[in-house]
């Protein structure tokens, strides 16, 4: 433009522009507003072709002798799919970066002949199958280190009696700031005491987050493992939740022994699983 090189333009995917909206910047330089529009471009996913783009289906488009269907031989499967579903098929078809943010399965869980699997292994046997044992205490003492460790202040509230649990399994607040800049959220925490080895499902985790009202912060604790697509979701829908999986839970637990001093891990969860004095605390 003007005999000068604009910019470096970079090929970063395709996709729809599914909304354009008339905007006012400023230009800080003349010291003026000026119109503008604002786009927003749905980029659609190339997992199928290895994110390799072939332009062959851009000169296709261009060949006014080929029929629509024959210039889509080199198009990309998600927008053969986006063009038999419309527009309810671009919520599956749209590139979800999101993806690189979740961790792997096999990084949720300990590594074979450790510390913190036989620690696992030590957790399980000690809450499976016995009623007076309840796993959920120790999950939202290890929720509260989580979450102190990481700047607020989390109240135990109580642990939900079984039959009546509403959905939760334990309940706390978070408070952040203090004086008057002050807030209090209330944390709805869900306890799975499942073999180190599972995989926990969306389903667990849809029925925690539907219980969630506004202002408050989920928390699942397990001791198996989050799915991908299970992250996804959560990342994807934006909701408060935290997600702490076993290999979670076993490096807390250690650290919690070793402050403990009064013994192993099972004197440990002996004395988590005594401790059974809930307070009201969300209105204090």
Excluded at 27 to 47: G, P, Q, V, W
Aim: charge should be positive; include cysteine.
């Amino acid at each position: 433009m003007g005999n000068k090189v604009k910019g470096f333009p970079a090929f970063q995917g395709f996709g729809i522009i599914e909304r354009a909206t008339l905007i006012a910047q400023y230009d800080a330089r003349k010291d003026c507003s000026f119109s503008n529009f604002a786009y927003d471009i749905a980029i659609f996913d190339l997992s199928a072709e290895n994110e390799e783009f072939d332009w062959r289906w851009i000169s296709d488009r261009r060949n006014t002798e080929l029929t629509i269907k024959e210039s889509e031989r080199f198009a990309p499967r998600t927008w053969k799919e986006w063009n038999r579903g419309g527009a309810e098929a671009v919520v599956r078809v749209k590139r979800r970066v999101t993806k690189l943010l979740t961790t792997p399965v096999k990084y949720q869980r300990s590594k074979p002949r450790s510390r913190e699997e036989n620690a696992l292994k030590v957790i399980y046997a000690f809450y499976d199958k016995k009623k007076e044992h309840r796993f959920e205490l120790l999950a939202a003492r290890i929720v509260g280190r989580i979450l102190k460790r990481e700047g607020g202040d989390f109240r135990m509230g109580w642990v939900t009696p079984p039959s009546s649990d509403g959905g939760a399994d334990f309940v706390g607040r978070l408070d952040l700031g203090s004086g008057f800049s002050k807030i209090k959220q209330i944390v709805f925490g869900q306890a799975k005491c499942e073999a180190p080895s599972s995989t926990t499902g969306g389903q667990h985790v849809a029925r925690t987050v539907a219980r969630l009202r506004r202002g408050w912060i989920g928390a699942y604790v397990t001791l198996g493992a989050f799915s991908d697509a299970v992250q996804r979701e959560v990342i994807d829908d934006e909701y408060p939740l935290l997600l702490v999986p076993g290999a979670t839970v076993a490096r807390e637990v250690i650290a919690a022994a070793m402050e403990f001093g009064q013994g192993g891990l099972k004197e440990y969860l002996s004395a988590v699983d005594s401790d059974r004095r809930p307070e009201e605390i969300l209105r204090e």
